[in-house]
């Protein structure tokens, strides 16, 4: 179980970004999150990811904290992959940065073994965010947040990445949280969906 | 206004010590833009997007080799052609604020594209007014600098900066990823208001849907080639042509959500037949032998020996 326990967020002096906000995901769920820019999607997903450290509240995997070091549990893919890999790593490297993932997987995603002994740069931004999905998909990782993972590429690249995000996950029990400015994609999706319009209403609400 | 004909760029790149090799990245493309309509480029990255707005512009870097041929408004663009529209008649909407002189207040910036195009100081000022006003943008905003706006005003000035100048064909290179469903309606209103004053628009993008909200023509890029130039409503009435441009249909999520399997051939591994035939499912013998030229299957021209008749 991903957990987050009255997780808040800010910046020092700062408005609070995130207040009181409590989530859990089930090992094999899909979960989407929908609102409007500023509402702290990316700051979740980096809390989540250790990315970030919460202000006040936790995240828990499993009943135990983030690791402090080592492969974290909980992966994050961006929207943009060219800020995500090392630029003077070739492409093998970095898919092996954790574990080389099976021939299978690679063929699936569509990563010719001609990309391998490139250079980041030589590789266009769909087929680089393709690097970026492999080189997460291995059982270390238990929980995967996608934000906007697939924004930038074309429909045909986004059906295909998510398909094989969707089948690793089934056969893995990989818990998904899906960021997306894309209602018709978070509804094909997902098995729950959260708004963070309703959520902050809800704690006025409750606050009053 | 705007005529692409059987346009091909080379890169001449360096590949071992001082052997030089050349990728061909655009191949026989076509395109044509009237005045008073959008036309919308789609496809995925890498597929030449970019590269067409480039060369449209003059501004591509000295190892590429251009043949074929671009006609503004009847003349032959040469490269001393566009320096000299471009920023004028022909004018770039940006992807993003990055375009921007970040130490520079905006409405500044935007007076002092209009007074490059040709306008007096006081002219310019006045236009610059009269843009800020027609996009909702308050006098305040143009002191501000660029990091100070917010995603939807951000994408007003940069709209700003192609109006002011009077340019007559506005391209908008991916104007809208990861933008509030708001703010991309708002930019692509701007988009097609600017169509129907009788500017030449060419919305360059990666989303079919943000690309039929407004344009009246769709053309599909894919590997460096036009595979399709079709009317926008095809898609919704199922006549499109091209076995790609059904592919990308298919694959909307509000659609089937169908992928079909592979990546796009890189430029320096092209096949020597049709370029979609390593993906297609149609595929035959005679596509793998020879490019496909254009034919006009209902009404519109496709790069497809099988497209249904």
């Known amino acids: 179980m991903l957990l987050a326990k009255d997780l808040s967020f800010r910046y020092p002096r700062q408005d609070w970004i995130l207040q009181n906000f409590n989530m859990e995901i089930a090992p094999g769920e899909v979960v989407g999150l929908l609102g409007p820019s500023g509402f702290g999607k990316t700051t979740l997903s980096k809390l989540l990811a250790g990315y970030l450290s919460p202000t006040a509240g936790d995240v828990r995997v499993n009943h135990a904290p983030l690791p402090r070091s080592g492969y974290c549990p909980v992966q994050l893919i961006f929207q943009n992959p060219e800020l995500a890999v090392n630029p003077r790593w070739r492409i093998q490297q970095i898919l092996a940065e954790k574990q080389m993932p099976e021939p299978s997987l690679l063929e699936a995603l569509g990563i010719h073994s001609g990309w391998l002994n490139r250079y980041p740069h030589e590789l266009s931004g769909g087929e680089l965010q393709r690097v970026a999905v492999a080189r997460v998909l291995n059982p270390a990782t238990s929980y995967l947040i996608a934000d906007e993972m697939t924004a930038m590429l074309d429909a045909n690249t986004q059906a295909l990445i998510w398909h094989r995000v969707l089948d690793y996950a089934l056969v893995q029990n990989l818990g998904l949280l899906v960021i997306s400015h894309e209602a018709a994609l978070i509804q094909r999706l997902c098995n729950r969906v959260i708004d963070l319009v309703q959520v902050r209403a809800s704690e006025r609400w409750k606050g009053a | ?309």
């Open chain 2, 1 to 309: 206004m705007l005529s692409v004909e059987n346009l091909s760029i080379t890169f001449s790149m360096y590949d071992r010590g001082l052997a030089q090799k050349q990728l061909t990245v655009i191949t026989d493309l076509a395109l044509d833009v009237q005045a008073g309509e959008v036309m919308a480029i789609v496809g995925a990255s890498g597929s030449g997007k970019s590269l067409l707005a480039h060369a449209i512009l003059g501004i591509l870097p000295d190892n590429a080799k251009v043949s074929g041929s671009i006609w503004f408004k009847g003349d032959l663009l040469t490269p001393q052609r566009s320096s000299q529209l471009r920023g004028k008649a022909i004018a770039l909407i940006p992807q993003s604020i990055g375009y921007l002189d970040p130490l520079m207040q905006v409405g500044r910036q935007v007076q002092r594209t209009a007074q490059l195009s040709g306008l007096s100081a006081s002219d310019a000022k006045a236009a610059v007014n009269r843009t800020f006003d027609r996009y909702g943008l308050a006098a305040a905003v143009q002191r501000l600098y660029p990091f100070q706006l917010s995603g939807g005003m951000a994408r007003r000035v940069l709209v700003a900066t192609a109006v002011v100048a009077q340019a007559e064909l506005v391209i908008a290179d991916e104007p809208t990823p990861g933008l509030h469903p708001d703010v991309v309606a708002e930019t692509l209103s701007h988009l097609s208001q600017l169509a129907s004053e009788g500017k030449g628009v060419i919305l360059i993008t990666h989303d079919i849907e943000a690309a039929l909200q407004i344009a009246d023509r769709v053309a599909v890029f894919y590997a460096g080639t036009t595979v399709e130039i079709t009317p926008a409503s095809d898609f919704y009435s199922g006549k499109i042509r091209h076995p790609y441009t059904q592919a990308l249909w298919r694959a909307l999520p509000q659609n089937d959500f169908i992928a079909v399997a592979g990546s796009q051939p890189s430029p320096d591994a092209l096949p020597n037949g049709c370029l979609f035939s390593e993906r297609c499912a149609g595929v035959t013998a005679e596509c793998r032998s020879e490019r496909p030229a254009f034919r006009q299957v209902r009404g519109a021209p496709v790069r497809c020996i099988h497209a249904a008749r």
